[in-house]
């Protein structure tokens, strides 16, 4: 089996998944004391939570910077 190279914004990608779970898990764990009628979490808790937009934005960035880097290769195939 022959492993392919990875493609531009593959990276980005990962870390804009992790950062992105890190975010939804945080997400969970704030909004948990709401249901469970605890104290809530202080406000760098509720910071935390967003990392969910951030690692959608890096992802997005990935996403985007693959797509420009299959349209140069496919103009310069032509």
Do not use: H, N, W
Not at 6 to 26: E, K, N, S, T
Not at 44 to 52: G, K
């Amino acid at each position: 089996m022959t492993a392919t190279p990875p493609a531009p914004g593959d990276r980005l990608v990962r870390v804009g998944a992790i950062v992105f779970m890190v975010g939804a898990v945080a997400t969970l764990i704030t909004v948990a004391p709401l249901f469970l009628g605890t104290e809530p979490f202080p406000p760098i808790a509720y910071a935390v939570c967003m990392l969910m937009g951030a690692g959608f934005l890096i992802a997005a960035a990935g996403v985007l910077r693959s797509i420009a880097a299959q349209r140069r290769q496919a103009k310069s195939a032509l």
